[in-house]
C-alpha cells in the first residue's frame, strides 16, 4: 500500500523516505540527487494521483 509518512515502513506498505525532499514544491528546478529523492518525487506524483482519482473517479 501506498501510505504517508505517519505509517512506518513495515512489509506491504510504502512511506516515502523522512528527511529527503518530497513535495514537489521543494523541487524548483533542483535534479534529482540520489536514489532516495528520486523514490521520494515518484511517491509524491503517484500520491497525488491516487488522491485526485479518489475524489473525482475514473475518467469516462
Known amino acids: 500500500y ?3 509518512a505517519g505509517y ?3 512489509p ?3 512511506p516515502p523516505f523522512r528527511g529527503v525532499r518530497y513535495h514537489l514544491n521543494e523541487w ?4 534529482v540527487q540520489n ?3 528520486l523514490f521520494n518525487l515518484r511517491h509524491s506524483s503517484l500520491w497525488v494521483t ?3 482519482a ?3 473517479g475514473p475518467i469516462p
Not at 28 to 31: A, F, K, L, M, T
Open 2 to 4: 501506498l501510505v504517508d
Open 8 to 10: 512506518g515502513a513495515k
Open 12 to 14: 506491504g506498505f510504502l
Open 28 to 31: 524548483g528546478n533542483n535534479p
Open 35 to 37: 536514489d532516495k529523492e
Open 50 to 52: 491516487v488522491e485526485l
Open 54 to 56: 479518489s475524489l473525482y
